[in-house]
């Protein structure tokens, strides 16, 4: 199985920054992408970053220009990051983890999700 383990958010006055991470461990056979997903409430799901593992990136145009995504692979396990800046109280929300990744050379492409992390921004 894959364990993602999230990190970094918080509450922070508008403007301000903040960094996400997540970790993911276990038995990745291959790891295929990683991103950043967030729910405001009331509101539906929704794609913040992503990143392919040749490192290719890719932001919603909501958070272009502020958001940038990352990773550092380690030799058993792989962080996501997201550094986020220039923070509005839109971008309030659980902001979750997400990865696509096999567990073995049989087994196809599964996702795996973090626990969620509040990130709330103060006007």
């Known amino acids: 199985q894959v364990q993602l383990v999230e990190s970094g958010g918080g509450l922070v006055q508008a403007w301000g920054s903040l960094r996400l991470s997540c970790l993911a461990s276990?038995?990745?056979?291959?790891?295929?992408?990683m991103g950043w997903y967030r729910q405001a409430p009331g509101k539906q799901c929704e794609l913040v970053a992503h990143i392919t593992d040749g490192g290719s990136t890719n932001v919603a145009d909501s958070v272009k220009g502020r958001f940038t995504i990352s990773r550092d692979n380690a030799k058993n396990t792989v962080t996501v990051y997201l550094q986020m800046n220039s923070l509005k109280p839109e971008d309030t929300a659980v902001y979750y983890c997400?990865?696509?990744?096999?567990?073995?050379?049989?087994?196809?492409?599964?996702?795996?999700w973090g626990q969620g992390t509040q990130v709330t921004v103060s006007s």
């Open positions: 997400n990865v696509v990744a096999k567990i073995a050379a049989s087994e196809r492409p599964d996702n795996y």
């Open positions: 276990g038995s990745i056979f291959r790891l295929f992408a």
